[in-house]
């Protein structure tokens, strides 16, 4: 295809500006080189931050991606194999858990383990600040069906697999992924950090709320920000932060075979039960939450990734899906998004 038609993008973008359902950084690059890059809105409404191409977002469950390249890892050093149960390193876990999960069940969302978003997570969420925090608000809860029987979205079951990395590589979760992925792919930006730090270029969230208007005439629309929704610090599972340009080195890590050697790359964008001769025209990626929204794009044919990152909610960011798709991809039908994250009411 000839190259892409950026002034699209930006006027796509800033309509969406002017209508209040974005705010963030886009980036599209062909191998590394960038291609476009812009920021729109504000990283603080409160202090008039604007957003700029070094904000750090949080990316939500695209996360999910950098533990599964560390289970790849793993398992390309031979310290793990794809069947192997829970248990095997994780002795002490419930018996379902331990002795039926895999895995493979665990990468694939098969394991029967459900959410750590429940009843017990608003009353701990200025807790959080390991990965056994994380698995107190699950471990005791039965599987909502046998491993492997059928896939249901799941963040435990990531939470465990963080466990696994901890218990073969001796290293706490956060400082393997520092060290074996953001480290080597120069993701100097990245990392899980406490929103309680005063963390340089973090972008602050925020969410729509509705409320009745005083005198019971209608509703009002505003933005809060999500400090009281996410926790204090991510997991396994999502939550870290990144910028459009540390994830174009994350891509390019990949692409070039740094990270993992060409066998266990190939594994990285597709399913992991997927035949590993199937090709793709393209993959895209969403992670989200209230307040942020991370979009990850990977045109194969055409040979250009597109990052969309967001301080504002999936459901005004989402939408943006199917256009971006079709300025890379327009003579192909508009297929589906591959969320990284559960579609929560």
Known sequence: ????????????????????????????????????????GLACKRFSVPNTIETKYNIGSLNKLITKIAILQLLQRGL???????????????????????????LSFKSGLGDYFNEKFPKVIGQLRKLDDFVELFIDDPLLFEPGEKMHYSNAGYVVLGKIIEAISGMDYYEYVREKIYKPASMNDSDHFELDFPTPNLATGYTLNQQCNPDGTGQLQFRRNNFYLIGTKGSSAGGGYSTVRDMMRFDQAIDKEVLLDAKHSKMVMRPIDADPQSKSKSAI??????????????????????????????????????????IFLPDEETGKIVTMREHRE
């Open 1 to 40: 295809m000839t190259e892409p038609d950026t002034k699209k993008i930006d006027s796509l973008l800033q309509q969406m500006v002017e209508d209040d359902k974005f705010s963030g950084t886009v980036l599209v690059h062909k191998k590394g080189e960038v291609i476009f890059e812009k920021a729109y």
């Open 80 to 106: 793990l194999d794809l069947d192997d149960y829970v248990g095997k390193y994780l002795p002490d876990y419930p018996k379902d858990i331990a002795s039926k999960v895999k895995v493979r069940h665990l």
């Open 285 to 326: 990626l969403a992670g989200g939450a209230p307040g942020l929204t991370a979009l990850y794009f990977k045109f194969f044919e055409v040979g250009y990734t597109v990052f969309i990152f967001s301080n504002y909610d999936p459901d005004d960011v989402e939408p943006l899906v199917q256009p971006i798709r079709s």
